[in-house]
């Protein structure tokens, strides 16, 4: 299929209000995908804001990526892109990582096979959460953190689950639990039965089992009657955070467990706010890279347990 590609180029405070007022237009064109990125790592403050489309871009679709910037707009360049396999190019190139407990692979990489660490075989597909991507990578840390810390859990959801890496890792550390999985894209049915498949995870309605359902946020019938959640996962997008921090908070037991990812490090200061709001409390905070990680409590169960900076790892220091 015949790929075209815009791209702007601006400093970075420019390139994330753009993302951010992408989180806000309702009305946005699904057919047209964009990123926001450092143009070189010896070049932090210059980014690229790039926008994928299966057709030649029209007069709408430069107006629209341009209407994303306040004032004067970047100039647009537009390229069409070669017709290649972009499922089997993605997957080349993704080396394995190594975060918290666990290893997590693509077919073309082995397993770490080590003491102590849980490998995680996750090809390249449809859906976001391979491991590879610094959020994910992130809550696999803190999801470890939270195990050593002795958080315990009985019942656990993970919003927006894409692969289902998450929620196999939350039943790798509390292997008793009862597990719901939601994504609002129904294609996840099939990538998260498939990936549980090959990685040993059992699907089903039983502790020690997940359930997989397409929902869009908590709302759906199953996961009101399986909560209230001990621990709920959710790395989507700061905007949806937001507005789904009151919901989450419903659904958690007093003193359960939050953890949010999927939002700038400059995005950080509005999540938290809404979760105040809500009720919930910040217990441990992870940044990597350009991406924050935040561990939330509900208020209703005892004294927040805060996180000493050594005991976080190296590249989770707020720098």
Known sequence: MTSWKMTAL?????????????????????????????????????WRLEAWLPRRPGKADQAALLALFAGAAPKLTIEQL?????????????????????????PEHPPL??????????????????????????CLT?????????????????????????????LHLWPRA?????????????????NAASNGVAMGA???ELTMLVADGMDHQLLDARGPYDLIIANILAGPLIGLAPDFALHMVP????????LLETQEAQVRRAARRAGLRLAARLVNGDWSILWLRKRGAGTLRGCRPSQLPDWAQRR
């Open 10 to 46: 601006a400093p970075r405070p420019v390139i994330e209000a753009a993302l951010l007022a992408h989180e806000d237009a309702w009305d946005w064109d699904p057919d047209i995908v964009i990123s926001g990125s450092e143009i070189a790592e010896d070049k932090p403050d210059d």
């Open 82 to 106: 070669p017709e290649i396999d972009w499922l089997t190019a993605s997957q080349t190139g993704l080396e394995p990582i190594r975060a918290g407990l666990f290893h997590v692979h693509t």
């Open 113 to 138: 096979d080590a003491a102590g660490v849980r490998d995680f075989c996750i090809p390249a597909s449809q859906a976001f959460g391979t491991g590879q991507h610094a959020t994910t990578a992130g």
């Open 142 to 170: 803190m999801l470890t953190h939270m195990k050593r810390q002795g958080v315990a859990v009985r019942n656990l959801a993970d919003i927006g689950t894409g692969t289902g890496l998450l929620a196999f890792a939350a």
């Open 178 to 194: 009862l597990a719901t999985a939601s994504d609002i894209d129904d294609v996840c049915l099939d990538v998260v039965a498939d």
């Open 206 to 208: 039983r502790a020690g």
């Open 255 to 262: 003193g359960g467990q939050l953890v949010l990812a999927g």
